[in-house]
């Protein structure tokens, strides 16, 4: 299992051992080891940059990653993780810089971020974002709303950031819960624990501003990304964890 992180223009890259559910039920932080970081490049190319951005990162399974360009306008582009990416790197300067492969483009087909809910307010950002299925997939949320506002949390879109292709934005149950509880990281679920876990892949949020309409800690749901555009909504979810206004605490988990 790949983790991909970013802090500013940096990407650091570890990995988690993998095994059986009966003998890893949990990933434990020994588990993950140090493989390096890099930096990506500067001025770029698409219709936004790298300045305040680093977040929502996928890892493309092909030595690539797609990240969230700057902040103002939520475009994503696709950078290569370069060779000689060594743990023995302690300063910026040190890093190998990747290539950017794909420009930055908008995500959402023609359509405006706040088409999921409540035109024109608050800020819209993706949360999240998975490669699936041969389809980007992804997560938004407002980062400032009031509950009930926001209708609906997830896109796809090709793997071809600037063919302007997707669809969305989706719903996903259950709707007894604001959107603002899925719309942001993405998992995929390894496959000897898909049937556990109830679907394969993952998705959650937490923690935004107007807490009430969002989770007060960690949340996962389990979900298929092949169902996003085919079947009807909302798109079935196996709700895993979550915290709700009544159950704040670890021993209200659901």
Same mark, same amino acid.
């Given at each position: ?9 940096? #990407? ?11 003998? @890893?039920? @949990? ?5 993950? #080891?140090? %493989? ?14 790298? $300045? ?15 990240? #969230? ?40 087909? $023609? ?18 974002? @998975? ?11 407002? &980062?400032?709303?009031?509950? =009930? &506002? ?26 007894? @819960?604001? /959107?603002?509880?899925? $719309? =942001? ?10 049937? *556990? ?26 979900? %298929?990304?092949?169902? *996003? ?9 196996? /709700? *895993? #964890? ?13």
């Amino acid at each position: 299992m790949r983790h991909i992180l970013a802090a500013s223009t940096a #990407v650091a890259i570890a990995f988690a051992t993998a095994g059986a559910q009966s003998t @890893l039920p @949990l990933v434990q932080p020994g588990q993950l #080891v140090w %493989d390096g970081a890099f930096r990506v490049p500067y001025p770029n190319t698409g219709n936004s940059t790298v $300045g305040y951005s680093g977040w929502a990162l996928a890892y493309t399974g092909n030595n690539s990653v797609y990240m #969230v360009g700057h902040d103002y306008q939520q475009s994503v582009g696709e950078f290569s993780i370069p060779a000689g990416i060594s743990s023995g790197n302690t300063t910026l300067a040190q890093l190998p810089t990747s290539a950017q492969m794909q420009p930055f483009a908008s995500m959402t087909h $023609g359509l405006a971020m706040d088409a999921i809910g409540q035109s024109g307010s608050g800020v819209y950002r993706w949360g999240g974002m @998975l490669v699936y299925g041969g389809r980007l997939i992804l997560g938004e949320y407002n &980062s400032y709303t009031t509950p =009930g &506002s926001i209708q609906k949390s997830h896109w796809t879109h090709s793997l071809t950031t600037s063919d302007n292709t997707g669809t969305g934005p989706f719903r996903l149950a259950p709707t007894t @819960l604001d /959107p603002a509880f899925m $719309g =942001g990281y993405m998992a995929s679920v390894p496959s000897v624990w898909q049937s *556990l876990l109830g679907g394969p892949a993952l998705t959650g949020q937490c923690c935004q501003s107007i807490i009430t309409r969002t989770s007060f800690g960690p949340s996962a749901f389990a979900f %298929d990304p092949a169902k *996003l555009g085919v079947a009807a909504e909302p798109i079935p979810t196996t /709700p *895993l #964890v979550y915290y709700d206004e009544a159950h704040k605490q670890p021993d209200g988990c659901l």
